[in-house]
């Protein structure tokens, strides 16, 4: 569909917004020019006929009560019964007495304090707890975790994609909570963005159907008994809309055109309110130079009106003191764009008092007011939560033996083997024979919070492999596989070895890092330092043959370290289930072949370091592009690359 032009121009729908943004054209939106969608929930007569009775017993102070979210390290019961509050969260770095290994039976037991103090005397709907369940319920130790979403994209699996959110909810009920903040249906397109790792995809349709498989794993099939059951959660693809785009930066501007925002940036929602998705988050990014918490075009004409999505709109962590004239207590712009609930962590009270005074004053409509309540109700009603007796007293939970059951991490370690792409295989070294003396070494070898990335444990994931009781490491693995051979592994921490190794396995890549935290200036990997370089170099120059296990969230200009290794495996961030690296490195102890490389690039890996043209459509051809991933049958043998910038530039340009 050709939309109109996408001129900075300022129509009707959208008068409203220049007040907010005085002097500022504000970017024209056409929602008739975008898909219009059928929510897969049909009207409810009934449903929407208690909504109009819990409403009319309402008072404006339940109201704005109901569309405010405090985080538990902030917020208590009493304080959520004092201000009638709808909801909780724990954000990355919440847990129950600050305590991130805080026992499961903690959650639980505050899930349920929070729960009795949002019910009885006037208490309108039980309050809704959210989390950020973006790779299994990564919060809690023990816990299963999943590789993150760039490696999920490159399984090319959204039956096994559908499965994760299954088991991810399931653990999520285990612990009493009801939310999960997932799934990120970003399409990245510039891997400089600290976020690319929790994006499945620089392509938009692969975005858009495992955002349905995600939605439909964690909340259930609409229209079926296992929709938002005891044993499913609300679902939240996030972050609305376009924070993929931004040119790298996190919370950054994202200039696309509207066609790009609809075509590209909104594929993942189409998937996402497709499966019946019930809440959507805002992004902190802007459109357009227009922050997306205030865009009323967008959260509203489109989102709500053209895609008809009836549940809420959550904002992000204080993502309406953005806005011009907002704070994090006072933000009339956010509600009145069509924010229904705003996540205050710790402003809440004042942000309740401030908002009450903006209904009373007129500044936010009372058929605003009550549409955001009304949504959140619905979704409250949907998710059951009327019927729902208090959190330790429904299905699995505190069933603890759930969190990381056997079967739930065997899912994981197929994902971590099926998200592997094989880049370069000089030569057939890989598979390896498991009756080898294997040198492992590199400072990923040995690290859970490595191999795990951000969003683990803590939000940075930074925990030492202690607070993982189930994990295995990549060398673990490696051992216990090439052991049951009797074969013989080292681990050196520096790549040095007293008996030469008939292989090298060096597992190296970025540290742990979440949002902004991630965010670099260049494409090429460590450009400070090159230690790691060194040693694959050093091992190179032995003559031992060099497996690179690579461990980042998103394609890097690794030109030297392609070079210097035999074989290059992308491993992307695999998450505590290190077995499965070894799974696919190693034949069985017969010679047979277990499990072949099949994982398949999400995003292209660059050329240079140089960062994607804009929208990078008729941009540079990447080294390998979207798609690529070699298996064992394939010639692995990749021609020496250039390894200086200019020479990779000049390469770049001669093309
Ligand atoms: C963060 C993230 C968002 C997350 C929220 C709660 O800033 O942007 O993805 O769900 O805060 O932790």
């Known amino acids: 569909m050709a939309l109109g032009s996408s001129c900075l121009g300022i129509g009707p729908a959208q008068a409203g917004d220049a007040r907010k943004y005085p002097g500022k054209a504000v970017p024209r939106v056409h929602p008739q020019d975008w898909p219009r969608l059928q929510p897969p929930l049909p009207a409810d007569p009934d449903l929407e006929r208690r909504l109009d009775v819990l409403l009319a017993h309402m008072t404006p102070e339940q109201k704005v009560g109901q569309l405010i979210q405090a985080d538990i390290g902030s917020v208590t019961p009493a304080d959520v019964r004092q201000l009638g509050l709808g909801s909780v969260l724990n954000g990355g770095n919440s847990s129950p007495r600050d305590d991130k290994l805080a026992a499961p039976g903690e959650w639980l037991a505050l899930a349920d304090r929070f729960y009795a103090a949002s019910v009885g005397g006037d208490a309108v709907l039980p309050v809704l707890w959210g989390t950020d369940a973006v790779h299994g319920h990564n919060n809690i130790p023990g816990a299963t975790i999943f590789p993150h979403n ?6 090319r699996d959204p039956e096994l994609i559908r499965r994760i959110g299954e088991i991810t909810a399931l653990e999520v009920r285990v612990t009493g909570l009801d939310w999960a903040f997932s799934p990120t249906v970003a399409v990245a397109r510039d891997a400089r963005w ?18 349905a498989a995600m939605v439909t794993g964690l909340q259930g099939m609409p229209g079926t008994q296992q929709f938002l059951d005891a044993a499913h959660v609300l679902a939240t693809p996030k972050h609305f809309l376009g924070d993929g785009g931004t040119r790298g930066k996190d919370q950054g501007d994202n200039r696309s055109t509207e066609t790009a925002l609809r075509d590209l940036d909104a594929a993942g929602y189409i998937g996402a309110l497709g499966a019946g998705a019930q809440t959507v988050m805002a992004s902190y990014s802007s459109w357009r130079g227009v922050k997306m918490h205030g865009n009323r075009a967008l959260l509203t004409d489109v989102l709500k009106g053209r895609f008809g999505f009836d549940g809420l709109v959550i904002g992000d962590w204080n993502g309406h003191a953005q806005l011009p004239g907002c704070t994090a207590v006072s933000c009339a712009a956010a509600v009145n764009a069509g924010l229904d609930m705003l996540m205050a962590p710790d402003d809440w009270r004042e942000l309740h008092a401030n908002t009450l005074a903006q209904v009373r004053s007129g500044a936010i409509p009372m058929s605003r007011l009550d549409d955001a309540v009304r949504r959140v109700l619905r979704v409250k009603l949907r998710a059951g939560l009327d019927r729902e007796v208090r959190p330790s007293s429904r299905p699995f939970a505190g069933q603890f033996e759930l969190l990381g059951a056997p079967a739930h991490r065997a899912v994981a370690r197929q994902a971590v083997r099926e998200s592997l792409v094989l880049l370069k295989n000089r030569a057939h070294l890989l598979p390896l024979s498991p009756h080898s003396r294997v040198l ?31 994990a295995e490491t990549i060398y673990a693995g490696i051992a216990r596989c090439v052991t049951a051979a009797h074969g013989a592994a080292e681990l050196s921490a520096n790549g040095e070895f007293h008996t030469r190794p008939d292989v090298a396995i060096v597992v190296f890549g970025e540290n742990p890092y979440a949002e902004y935290e991630g965010d670099v200036p260049t494409l090429e990997y460590s450009p400070a330092d090159k230690r790691d370089l060194a040693l694959l170099r050093r091992l190179h120059s032995l003559d031992v043959p060099v497996v690179a296990v690579f461990l980042s969230g998103r394609p890097l200009w690794v030109n030297a370290e392609l070079n210097a290794a035999d074989s290059f495996v992308a491993a992307w961030l695999p998450g505590p289930e290190g077995g499965g690296i070894a799974d696919v490195l190693f034949r069985a102890p017969n010679g047979t072949v277990p499990y072949d490389f099949r994982g398949k690039l999400p995003m292209s890996w660059p050329r240079s370091p140089k960062p994607p043209a804009v929208d990078d459509v008729a941009g540079e051809q990447p080294l390998f592009p979207f798609g690529y991933g070699l298996t064992y049958a394939d010639d692995g043998y990749l021609a020496t690359l250039p390894e200086t910038l200019a020479r990779a530039s000049a390469r770049l340009t001669r093309h």
């Not at 760039?150 to 399984?155: D, R, S």
């Not at 976020?195 to 955002?211: F, H, I, K, M, W």
């Not at 990923?444 to 030492?464: L, R, V």
């Open 150 to 155: 760039i490696g999920l994209g490159a399984t």
């Open 194 to 211: 600290g976020r690319t790792y929790e994006s499945y995809s620089e392509n938009p349709a692969l975005v858009r159907e495992y955002a």
């Open 440 to 470: 492992v070494t590199g400072d990923g070898a040995d690290s859970i919070a490595k191999q795990s990335g951000g969003w683990t444990i803590n939000w940075q994931g930074t925990e030492p492999n202690q607070a993982f009781p189930h």
